[in-house]
């Protein structure tokens, strides 16, 4: 393996194209490969990029422990040449799973914090922040609370790092409305999603859960009929969970 920049820009650019092809394992390895190389070179802004893409691999492969290992050592880099669009960018990966797998006053205190150093480091990122407190209300089961903190992070959505895709905001709030029984709410969100240019796999399968959460809502209200069932979507979506299952932290 060669030490140069050269070398590292290829493993990222590599990196990048396994994750669009769903090859997360491979990418993660050839993310650590990349870290080495970076840490070797005294390039402290491209190891922490390279940690931060490299716990999203981990994560997305299944591998949550080593996943948080390296989005840890990303998030507590304080170093002036890493991009703090990074360092956060891994601080909200770290919520994000640790919202599953932790308790929740742990998670409360990591959001927390998030608000502390956001405050210290550029406000206008609040979205995929305010996404989280979405999720934490949502798994407390605050719905309203959780579709406010939805609503504001999707009003503050920018299409630049650090963010969250557009399609895992629609998709919360596609959830969230499916939770409090609207309707309406769910197919405006439901339709937006499915506008969107989904090019990646996760984001086809969020767009197919919001088709059959409204065929689902409009079903109990009796807006549809039974025999409407979107069963070949149904069977699609279930195909391609079990090869590869649905993980999406959001971060692109």
């Known amino acids: 393996m060669r030490f140069d920049r050269q070398a590292l820009l290829q493993l990222r650019t590599q990196a ?26 005294g390039l402290i802004g491209e190891r922490t990029r390279a940690l931060l893409w490299q716990g999203y691999s981990l994560h997305h492969a299944g591998e949550d422990d080593l996943a948080l290992a390296a989005l840890l050592r990303a998030a507590n880099e304080r170093a002036a040449t890493a991009d703090p669009a990074d360092v956060f960018g891994a601080l ?33 990122w609040t979205a995929p922040l305010d996404y989280l407190e979405g999720e934490w209300a949502y798994r407390q089961g605050d719905f309203a609370t959780a579709e406010d903190w939805h609503s504001r992070a999707w009003a503050a959505w920018r ?29 405006s969100w439901t339709q937006r999603l499915s506008a969107l240019e989904l090019t990646q796999p996760l ?17 109990n209200a009796a807006w549809v009929s039974p025999n409407t069932a979107p069963v070949e979507t149904a069977l699609a979506l279930l195909q391609q969970s079990a090869l590869k299952p649905h993980r999406d932290n959001g971060a692109r």
Not at 16 to 41: D, M
Not at 92 to 113: E, G, M, N
Not at 203 to 219: K, N, S, V
């Open 159 to 187: 299409d630049q790092h650090p963010r969250l895709t557009a399609a895992t905001h629609l998709w919360a709030l596609c959830r969230v409305a499916f939770r409090r029984r609207d309707v309406k709410a769910l197919i």
């Open 92 to 124: 909200i990966a770290v919520i994000h799973i640790s919202l599953d797998h932790k308790p929740t006053a742990f998670s409360r205190a990591l959001l927390d914090q998030g608000r502390r150093y956001l405050a210290d480091l550029n406000p206008s």
């Open 203 to 219: 984001e086809r399968q969020l767009a197919q859960r919001a088709a059959l959460l409204c065929w689902r809502a409009q079903r």
């Open 16 to 41: 990048r194209q396994a994750r669009a092809e769903g090859h997360f394992p491979h990418a993660a390895r050839l993310e650590q490969q990349a870290v080495e190389i970076a840490g070797a070179l």
